[in-house]
C-alpha cells in the first residue's frame, strides 16, 4: 500500500483558494487517489477520488500529475466551515480494502 | 439513507472491564469496516467485512479485540480487559461494495474512555 505525505498543517483566509499537496510516490498503477474531510468529533467524509489528469465536483478538484506520484486538492474559496482535517488516501482497486490514513492536513480557515 | 451509526456515541469504563461497541451500516452497503483513531492522528484501520465473512484484520486488533457481522448487516465490536491504551474514538464505515466503488460512509464514532 502506498505510502503518503501531507503538509501537517495550513491557514487560510476567507474567500482564498486553498491547495494541499499529497505525494505518493509508490503509488501502483492500478491505485486510485482519494480525499476525506474530518471535522472534529465526527467521521471523515468522501471528497473527491481520481486516477489522473483532473477531476472536479461542487465542492472540489484534484490535480494528478502524469506519472501520478502526487495530487492537489483544490478548494475553491474557502469559507470558516472548510476549516478541517483533510486526509490523502491511496486507495487499490483489488484486493485489499485496508484503507491508510495518514496524519492528515490540518487546514484553519481565518476570517 | 439515514447514514451510519453507532451506539453508544460515548463510553466510560474502568481498566478491566469489557465493552461492546455498535454500528449500524447504510441499508444494503455489504462492506462494513472498524477504524481506530487517537488524538491527532488519522484513523488507523482496524477489521473489514464482506457481509458476514471478516476478510481482513489488522495486527492492531489483538486477541482482546473482535468483532463480529453475524448476519451481514449490524456489526459488534467487543474490547475485552480494556486498557488505558485503548482509549480512542472507534470509527465504523460501510460502502456498497459494488466493483469499482472505493467511496466509505463513516459514522459518528463512539468515543472510549479507560480509567
Known amino acids: 500500500l502506498a505510502k503518503t505525505t501531507q503538509p501537517i498543517s495550513m491557514d487560510s483566509y476567507e474567500g482564498q483558494e486553498v491547495n494541499i499537496t499529497c505525494s505518493h510516490n509508490n503509488i501502483a498503477t492500478n491505485d486510485y487517489i482519494t480525499w476525506y474531510q474530518q471535522f472534529p468529533s465526527q467521521g471523515p467524509r468522501f471528497i473527491i477520488q481520481g486516477y489522473k489528469t483532473k477531476v472536479t465536483n461542487e465542492v472540489a478538484s484534484l490535480f494528478i500529475p502524469a506519472d501520478r506520484k502526487s495530487s492537489t486538492l483544490s478548494l475553491p474559496r474557502v469559507s470558516l466551515s472548510d476549516t478541517a482535517v483533510y486526509y490523502c488516501?491511496?486507495?487499490?482497486?483489488?484486493?485489499?480494502?485496508?484503507?491508510?490514513f495518514g496524519t492528515g492536513t490540518r487546514l484553519k480557515v481565518l476570517a | 439513507d439515514t447514514g451510519v451509526s453507532q451506539d453508544p456515541r460515548h463510553k466510560i469504563t474502568k481498566r478491566g472491564q469489557n465493552v461492546t461497541f455498535r454500528c449500524d451500516p447504510i441499508s444494503e452497503h455489504n462492506r462494513l469496516y472498524w477504524y481506530r483513531q487517537t488524538l491527532g492522528q488519522g484513523p488507523e484501520f482496524l477489521t473489514y467485512?464482506?457481509?458476514?465473512?471478516?476478510?481482513?484484520k489488522s495486527r492492531l486488533l489483538s486477541d482482546r479485540f473482535s468483532a463480529e457481522r453475524p448476519k451481514g448487516s449490524f456489526s459488534t465490536l467487543e474490547i475485552q480487559r480494556t486498557e488505558q491504551g485503548d482509549s480512542a474514538m472507534y470509527l465504523c464505515?460501510?460502502?456498497?461494495?459494488?466493483?469499482?466503488?472505493?467511496?466509505?460512509?463513516f459514522g459518528p464514532g463512539t468515543r472510549l474512555t479507560v480509567t
Open positions: 488516501l491511496v486507495v487499490p482497486t483489488a484486493g485489499t480494502y485496508k484503507y491508510i
Open positions: 467485512f464482506q457481509n458476514e465473512a471478516q476478510l481482513e
Open positions: 464505515a460501510s460502502s456498497p461494495g459494488l466493483a469499482g466503488e472505493r467511496e466509505q460512509y
